[in-house]
């Protein structure tokens, strides 16, 4: 499939800011979190993440109405990407020394926010750079070569705090820069060639207007069976995958101890991770068109189920290696296809407020993850039933999402789909 130009710039966000779901969300933070004496437990960052998910999940909707406006969505993407970008590279001025544990929280909390936010525009921008027909794959590739790209800096910083020392925090202060600046550069193409194409005409009192558009939504969208429903199923199973992206780190640290295994290979298996999601999330979106992309998201989770119950029973280094491979295998696919299946079952006019809804239901969904694994190891002593805790939350959120109709019967009946 030959890319169009907007497709192809669309693509290149997706490349710059997975460098950040990698570094920062993932592997760099939570290791230079852990460094601070003053800090109880590297466990304790799953409360940060849900304060950051909150305040995300609050200005979701509100952001996403506004935006609906002619002229607004990129005004909005570039003004939270930049919060995102700066945020990030102030992460490397709080060095573990200072034990100013709490300054390095605002910053990843402001760069939390850019990031979620700046998505909430992303992910919309795709009703505008492409077709239905061609959703599935496209924002699959996006998924795709995120993530391999993203080995890019990550493993460039990875080299760097080899070559400074594992313990010390200079390499990986240096890697939130070097993050930040990937980031940035790749949202260039972005701002340039993409196009907002479906909108809303301008109107007076606009931000009164939005609110009240909101209202009627809100109001309205439990009367669209297919659209409820998946945002239900979706809240589910997708605070699942969040929660393993967010908490792998603390949980394999505090599962097998520190001693067990050093920084480098723990940060070795995540830039595994990221190989393997490259050609599986390609996968994911070509057998979505054999298949269906509701049949392929099921796949995923049961991938899921398979890997929270894995994770219980690991012993030693390897075992985390086979886990990561496990979960790679199906994290870009599971997230590249429900925001295509969503994007098409929308009022494309109307993307960035239903977006809006999608990244709420997502984000309070990423509240209750972290905070229970978080807890669960906090009550019981032992952090291997923290994995345990979420898998209810994937098999609830599959009997919702099998209750949707197929694809197919979705083109036929649009009126029953959206507002």
């Known amino acids: 499939m030959k890319l169009s130009k ?86 490397a001025f709080v060095a573990p ?5 709490q300054l390095l929280i605002v910053f990843y909390i402001l760069s939390v926010i850019g990031f979620a936010g700046a998505n909430i525009f992303y992910d919309s921008f795709l009703v505008d750079v492409t077709t239905d027909e061609r959703m599935d794959k496209v924002s699959s590739k996006g998924f795709a070569y995120g993530y391999i790209a993203s080995v890019i800096p990550f493993g460039i910083s990875l080299l760097l705090i080899l070559f400074m020392g594992m313990d010390k925090s200079i390499g990986y ?33 606009p931000i009164i207007n939005s609110f009240k558009r909101l209202g009627d939504t809100f109001k309205n969208v439990r009367q669209h069976k297919v659209v409820f429903v998946f945002l239900i199923a979706y809240f589910l199973y997708i605070d699942g995958v969040d929660t393993i992206i967010k908490m792998v780190v603390p949980y394999a640290t505090s ?65 985390i290696f086979i886990l990561g491979a496990l979960i790679g295998s199906a994290q870009g696919g599971i997230q590249a ?31 209750v993850g972290p905070a229970v694994m978080s ?16 898998i209810p939350l994937f098999i609830i959120g599959f009997f919702v999402f099998i209750t949707l109709p197929k694809e197919q019967l979705e083109q036929d009946d649009p009126k029953g789909l959206i507002l």
């Not at 669960?376 to 345990?388: D, E, R, V």
């Open 337 to 367: 296809l429900s925001r295509s299946y969503y994007a098409k079952i929308i009022p494309k006019e109307k993307s960035n407020e239903f977006f809006g809804f999608y990244n709420i239901f997502g984000k309070f969904a990423a509240i």
């Open 173 to 205: 202060q240096i890697g939130f820069i070097i993050t930040a600046l990937w980031w940035g550069l790749l949202t260039m193409p972005m701002i340039k060639d993409v196009q907002q194409r479906y909108y809303i005409e301008p109107e007076p009192k």
């Open 97 to 101: 020394a200072s034990g100013q544990w």
């Open 6 to 91: 907007e497709e192809k710039s669309w693509i290149l966000y997706d490349c710059g800011n997975s460098a950040y779901s990698m570094a920062v969300t993932t592997a760099l933070l939570p290791i230079v979190f852990g460094m601070f004496s003053n800090v109880n437990s590297s466990m304790d960052l799953g409360y940060f993440n849900s304060i950051a998910s909150i305040l995300v999940a609050v200005l979701s909707p509100i952001l996403g109405t506004m935006a609906d406006y002619k002229d607004k969505k990129k005004r909005f993407f570039i003004f939270f990407s930049l919060i995102g970008v700066i945020a990030t590279a102030s992460l």
């Open 375 to 390: 807890l669960t190891t906090t009550l019981t002593g032992n952090a291997k039933f923290s994995i345990l805790a979420i």
């Open 255 to 319: 599962v097998l101890g520190a001693d067990a295994f050093d920084t480098f290979t723990l940060l070795g298996i995540l830039l595994v991770i990221q190989i393997i999601a490259f050609p599986c999330a390609i996968l994911y979106g070509n057998l979505a068109k054999k298949y269906s992309a509701r049949t392929m998201i099921i796949v995923g989770i049961f991938t899921y189920i398979i890997s929270c119950i894995a994770a219980y029973f690991i012993t030693s280094v390897w075992h």
